[in-house]
């Protein structure tokens, strides 16, 4: 069983940073892939990033390329989300997930979701 809580999360300018932290407990992150997917109200929960177990391996969806920077702490059980030139359209609730795997184009998640941490960007 791990339990993961988001944080980071709050209101930036069009063009700002956030850097998004998912804690894990019940155990390490070692073993497990990860991912951050995003849901905006309406809207289906969309994929973000992917990051291999080791931190080796990442991919990320067309719209952040460029933009986003997913990083992981196995020592201190932390995965990050690095958000820069944030735009109004990224304005979602981001959600941390573990468990799941990469087919080589699409992350499927697993059973372990995070609760959740808002990203507000202002135009």
């Known amino acids: 069983q791990v339990q993961l809580v988001e944080s980071g999360g709050g209101l930036v300018q069009d063009g700002g940073s956030l850097r998004l932290s998912c804690a894990a407990s019940?155990?390490?992150?070692?073993?497990?892939?990860a991912g951050w997917f995003r849901q905006a109200p309406g809207k289906e929960r969309e994929f973000v990033a992917f990051?291999?177990?080791?931190?080796?391996?990442?991919y990320y969806a067309d719209s952040v390329k460029g933009r986003f920077t997913i990083s992981r702490d196995n020592a201190k059980n932390m995965a990050y989300l690095q958000m820069n030139s944030l735009k109004p359209e990224d304005t979602a609730v981001y959600y941390c997930?573990?468990?799941?795997?990469?087919?080589?184009?699409?992350?499927?998640?697993?059973?372990?979701w995070g609760q959740g941490t808002q990203v507000t960007v202002s135009s």
């Open positions: 019940g155990r390490t992150f070692v073993g497990y892939d």
């Open positions: 990051i291999s177990w080791s931190g080796s391996g990442v």
């Open positions: 997930n573990a468990g799941g795997y990469f087919t080589g184009s699409d992350y499927k998640p697993g059973g372990y």
